[in-house]
C-alpha cells in the first residue's frame, strides 16, 4: 500500500525517497519483449546513474547551465532528464516530431549549452554543429559507444561519472535545489517564432506529483507503459514523474502497433494516453466481439452486471474475462488527456469494466488541474479539480459558461522572455486563463464546453493555432488572406483546411495563371511547400480558393463563426 505520508519538495528529495523505499525494486523493464527476457534496472540502480551522470555534467562545466534533451521515449531520455533537474541545471525538452529548421530555432531561443539525443537526430546535429549558429559546446548522443572527435557517448559520460563520484566527488550529491526557480523549459505548440517557452519549477511539478498520488490508486505493483512522448508534459509528469515517485515501473513501447502485445507480456496494469488511441482498442475490441458473434451476450452482460452495481455487487471483471485477456488481463487504470474522451466509449469501457479516468490540464499547470477518480466520475466531465488548485469561471454567461481559470503553486512562473504574453495569461490576482469555455456544477465537477479562442485540437491531442498557419498562407505571394480550419473527417477527428482569398492580378503576374482550377492547383502547390516546413500534424490537407473578401467585422477581424458557415 502506497505511503502518502513521505513528503518531497523537489525531485531530488523524491528520488531520494524512491531509493530509500524501492530500492530493491524494478524501476523499468528495458529492451524486451515481455517481463522474462527484459533488462531489469532497479530504483538502486538508476539512482546511482543518474548521480554518476550529474556528477559527470558538472565536472564539463555545465553546472547551472541548460541542456536540452530529443528522442523517443527510452530510459536514457528519462536518465538525462533527471541527470539534468535534480542537480546540474535547467532541462529542455524538445518535441520529437519537430522539422530541422524548428530544432535548431529552439536550441538558439532557450540558449542550451549542450543536448543529449538519439541517433535519430545524427544528421540534423551534425548540421547544426557544422553551421554554428547556436551555444551548443556539447553533442551527447544516447546511442554512440564511445566519445567521438566531435560529440560525446552518455555512456562514457555516465561511466566517467561513476569513477569520479566512487572516488569521493559530491558535487552532485551536494547540489543544493532552489525550488521555486525555473528548472525545466518547455515549448508550447506553435511555430518558432509563436511557440511560448514555459518556465516550470521544482515546486510546480512536485506539487502536480503530488497531487496525483494523492488522488490516483496505484502503488509500486503497478506497471505502466510509456506511449505518449516524453516531451509532453501530461507523460512526463504523469506517466514518468508520477509512477517513479510511487515505486511503480516503466516500459516504454515500442509504437502503437504493439501496444496489444505490450499489454499482454508485460502484464501492464496502468496507462496514460490520448482519448483516440482508448478509442481505437475499444472499437478493435467491439469489432472482435461482433465477428465472434457475442455481442447480444455481452449487451445481456452489462445490462446485469449495471443493475448489480447500484446494490453494490461488481462481478464485470469476471463476467467480461475474456475481453479484459485481450488487453493483457491486468489493465485497471486508464487515464486519458490532451483532449476530450467520447463520453459513449468512455462508458463503454466502463460497462466491461475497465477504469477509464479523464485528466484536464496545460503545460503552464504542470500541467493537471482536474482529473477524474475511480468514485468521482460524472459522464462528460474532466472531473474535480486537485486539492492543491482552486478554479473558477470567469465572466459566466447566463447558462453558467465562461472561461476556466486555475490558481494553484503547479501554475507556471511564465514565459520565457514573454512579459506580454505572461501577464495575458496570469492576471494580477494570480489566476492562469486556461483559454477554455466551462461550466461546473453544483458538486465541483467541471464540464469543458468549448474553446475560448478558436484552436482546433485534434483526437492525438496536438493543438493547431488558426493565426499561426494563416500568417504563413499569407506570406504565399499573391494571396491577400486566409481562414484555416477543421473540417470534420467522419471518424471524431479533423482534416485542417484553408479558405484562401487570391489577388487576380498578382496571381496573373507571377504565375501566369487565370482560370480558377489552375490558380487553385499553383496555390496548392505552394501551401504543400509550406508544409514541408512543419510537423505533419500541422499539414493543410485541403484548399479552397476565392478572390472575394472575407467575412469581417468593423475592426477587420475574421467573423469565424460565419466564415465557418460558408464552408462546413
Not at 524512491?18 to 539512482?47: H, I, Q
Not at 555534467?57 to 536518465?79: P, Q
Not at 513501447?253 to 481505437?280: Q, Y
Not at 456544477?441 to 496536438?462: A, M, P
Amino acid at each position: 500500500m502506497l505511503d502518502r505520508s513521505i513528503k518531497f519538495e523537489n525531485l531530488k528529495e523524491m528520488m531520494k525517497n524512491s531509493e530509500e523505499k524501492f530500492g530493491e525494486e524494478v524501476a523499468f523493464y528495458r529492451d524486451g519483449k515481455g517481463l522474462e527476457d527484459s533488462k531489469k534496472v532497479t530504483y538502486k540502480e538508476f539512482c546511482y546513474e543518474i548521480n554518476s551522470l550529474g556528477t559527470a555534467l558538472i565536472e564539463m562545466g555545465l553546472k547551472g547551465k541548460r541542456i536540452a534533451v530529443i528522442g523517443e521515449n527510452r530510459y536514457e531520455w528519462e536518465l538525462s532528464y533527471l541527470a539534468v533537474v535534480t542537480g546540474t541545471g535547467t532541462i529542455v525538452p524538445l518535441d520529437k516530431a519537430l522539422p530541422e529548421n524548428e530544432i535548431e530555432s529552439l536550441i538558439i531561443r532557450s540558449e542550451v549549452e549542450a543536448i543529449i539525443y538519439s541517433e535519430k537526430y545524427d544528421e540534423c546535429m551534425a548540421k547544426i554543429q557544422k553551421q554554428g549558429n547556436t551555444k551548443l559546446k556539447y553533442f551527447i548522443s544516447m546511442d554512440l559507444e564511445k566519445n567521438d572527435f566531435n560529440k560525446y557517448s552518455l555512456k562514457e559520460i555516465t561511466k566517467k561519472g561513476k569513477e569520479l563520484l566512487d572516488g569521493g566527488n559530491k558535487e552532485f550529491l551536494e547540489a543544493k535545489i532552489n525550488n521555486e526557480e525555473m528548472s525545466i523549459m518547455l515549448f508550447t505548440s506553435g511555430t518558432t517564432n509563436q511557440s511560448k517557452a514555459v518556465m516550470l519549477s521544482h515546486k510546480n511539478i512536485c506539487t502536480n506529483v503530488k497531487d496525483i498520488r494523492n488522488v490516483f490508486e496505484l502503488d509500486e505493483t503497478d506497471r505502466l507503459l510509456s506511449f505518449l512522448p516524453l516531451h509532453h508534459t501530461f507523460e512526463c509528469t504523469v506517466g514518468f514523474l508520477y509512477p517513479l515517485s510511487i515505486g511503480g515501473s516503466i516500459i516504454f513501447s515500442k509504437g502503437v502497433r504493439h501496444i496489444a502485445d505490450e499489454l499482454k507480456n508485460f502484464k501492464i496494469t496502468a496507462m496514460i494516453c490520448v482519448p483516440v488511441v482508448f478509442e481505437k482498442m475499444y472499437d478493435k475490441l467491439m469489432k472482435t466481439i461482433e465477428d465472434k458473434g457475442k455481442m447480444p451476450t455481452v449487451k445481456k452482460g452489462i445490462k446485469l452486471s449495471n443493475c448489480l452495481l447500484k446494490v453494490g455487487i461488481d462481478i464485470r471483471k469476471k463476467l467480461f474475462k475474456e475481453i479484459h485477456d485481450n488487453l493483457g488481463g491486468c489493465l485497471r487504470v486508464m487515464v486519458a488527456g490532451g483532449a476530450a474522451l467520447s463520453p459513449e466509449k468512455e462508458k463503454g469501457f466502463w460497462d466491461l469494466g475497465f477504469n477509464v479516468l479523464q485528466g484536464y490540464g496545460l503545460t503552464e499547470t504542470s500541467p493537471v488541474i482536474a482529473a477524474e477518480l475511480t468514485k468521482q466520475k460524472r459522464l462528460g466531465s474532466i472531473g474535480k479539480a486537485f486539492p492543491s488548485v482552486d478554479v473558477k469561471i470567469f465572466e459566466p454567461n447566463e447558462d453558467g459558461i465562461g472561461e476556466l481559470i486555475a490558481k494553484a503553486p503547479s501554475v507556471m512562473l511564465g514565459y520565457y522572455n514573454n512579459e506580454e504574453a505572461t501577464k495575458e495569461a496570469i492576471d494580477e490576482q494570480g489566476w492562469f486563463h486556461t483559454g477554455d469555455l466551462a461550466k461546473i456544477d453544483k458538486d465541483g465537477y467541471i464540464f469543458i464546453t468549448g474553446r475560448k479562442k478558436y484552436v482546433i485540437v485534434l483526437q492525438n491531442g496536438k493543438n493547431i493555432f488558426p493565426e499561426e498557419l494563416e500568417a504563413l498562407i499569407n506570406k504565399i505571394e499573391g494571396v491577400k488572406e486566409s481562414f484555416v480550419y477543421g473540417r470534420p473527417d467522419g471518424s471524431g477527428d479533423y482534416k485542417i483546411c484553408a479558405k484562401i482569398v487570391y489577388d487576380k492580378d498578382i496571381v496573373k503576374e507571377i504565375y501566369n495563371v487565370e482560370n480558377v482550377e489552375d490558380i487553385k492547383e499553383t496555390i496548392w502547390q505552394e501551401v504543400k511547400k509550406m508544409n514541408k516546413e512543419m510537423p505533419a500534424y500541422k499539414y493543410v490537407r485541403d484548399i479552397i480558393v476565392t478572390d472575394k473578401e472575407l467575412i469581417k467585422t468593423t475592426t477587420q477581424k475574421i467573423k469565424r463563426h460565419e466564415e465557418m458557415k460558408t464552408v462546413i
